[in-house]
DNA sequence: GTAGTAAATGACCAATAGTCATTTTTTGCC
DNA sequence: GGCAAAAAATGACTATTGGTCATTTACTAC
């Protein structure tokens, strides 16, 4: 008497497909110019079924949302498992953050759109949750990396790991979205290549958050 | 016959008054809840009137906008004004900044909802160019001082002066932006002050772009 | 086969950005 | 002051869309 069960995973399939077919739509349109009338379409559903599963339409997008960070999640997993010396997992982090970017560049603009006060409001507390418990996750890898580091003694022990993880996530977030909204017009009319830029600053914040002994590993690293 | 004159004046004028409405419907709703029927109401007009002298709706949150940017401008200029020493006046930059996001949170939230990439469909090319070149006299301020430093070596001159306007400002923009969205959660939950965090990373990308001579002015400047 | 339950539907509603034919106001002229 | 032409303002109307809910359809258990 499997019933029940199997009930359970049509009906996450199901969500899984109106998922699939939010993310099309809203790769291709943004969130104001999507429909639930063209979301519906695409998952071949009536428009009030997206409703029996879904509670709005912010709701799907963060729904949409957090197939990025789960992807950005398994990706700094995986630097984190190949326990490399702590100057060169941060410096991972970042090329890693850059290369999620690249890849998706949808799901990355999703996590900005994320930021923007007044979206909120028309999102469900559970997704909300859901979302920033999830959002979490990223700081602790993050964050324990850098505690790591302090034990041995690769960086400053004066600083708060919570804070350096804040600042270094912080820098490279602004500028891939400058990247991501700006690089044509920087490239163009200053003459400035962003990538070269991001570089540049994530190793300068580096440099003055490591001690001596982590400065010369980060010598090391970049010969 | 200054007829013609004062008809452009009150063109001028009432363009203000549709303005003065709209940002105090903006700043109470933001711009996904805020309505052209409450403008025009609180305008005392008709919604197609509204229309007469704006766009679009995002055409109008641009024009609020634009206001927030000015003053920004003016509080810069008057830092610049002073005449200070280099490294001073870039601490005063970035202490100027995080001023205006005290007393302006509202036109702080929406320079950022500008940056978001669906919402410049709606706008109007000729808005649009308005608001990017006015931008650029911030950038322009700021990069003259930081060459300005670097001719006086107290900046790293093998450092692009663009580019390092770049990094200080991006820096300053997002950890205000998570100031604004993210404080309480950030106190409560982490004991973290973002405030000093702030400070902590503006110092930290300061004192790796300074010369020798830039950071004895900087330690000088602390006690 | 049937009663009862779960899932899906789509016509409908309310809200709202934007339009435009009509009305009101202003201007220039005598 | 009166009047015609131009300019400005109006608000009823349209089209679109997020969300609802009474009804229909599909499935389950016996």
New interface residues.
């Given amino acids: 008497m499997g019933t029940i069960e199997r009930k359970e995973r049509e009906k996450e399939s199901r969500k899984e497909s109106i998922i699939d077919a939010a993310q099309k739509v809203f790769f291709e349109?943004?969130?104001?110019?999507s429909t639930m009338d063209e979301i519906a379409e695409t998952a071949e559903l009536a428009k009030g079924t997206l409703y029996l599963y879904y509670h709005s339409k912010e709701d799907l997008y963060l729904a949409v949302m957090m197939r990025g960070l789960m992807i950005l999640r398994d990706m700094f997993r995986e630097v984190v498992t190949r326990k490399l010396p702590v100057v060169k997992t941060l410096i991972e982090f970042a090329n890693t953050y850059t290369l999620f970017y690249e890849q998706n560049k949808n799901y990355f603009?999703m996590l900005?759109?994320f930021?923007?006060?007044?979206?909120h409001?028309?999102v469900s507390e559970k997704m909300m949750k859901s979302c920033d418990e999830f959002n979490q996750t990223l700081w602790v890898m993050v964050t324990e990396i850098i505690t790591q580091g302090m034990a041995e003694q690769k960086l400053r022990n004066d600083?708060?790991p919570?804070?350096t993880a804040?600042?270094l996530w912080?820098?490279s977030?602004?500028?891939l979205?400058?990247i991501?909204?700006q690089y044509e017009m920087?490239k163009d009319k200053?003459n400035?290549d962003?990538y070269?830029?991001l570089r540049?600053?994530n190793l300068?914040?580096l440099?003055?958050?490591l001690t001596e002994q982590g400065k010369n590993d980060l010598k090391a690293l970049l010969n």
């Avoid at 349109?29 to 110019?33: I, Q, S, Y």
């Avoid at 930021?115 to 979206?119: A, E, L, R, S, V």
């Fill in positions: 349109k943004g969130l104001p110019l603009r900005h759109f930021n923007t006060p007044q979206f409001k028309q600083l708060d919570i804070e804040i600042i912080s820098n977030s602004t500028l979205m400058r991501d909204g920087f200053l400035i962003l070269k830029t540049l600053s300068l914040l440099e003055s958050m």
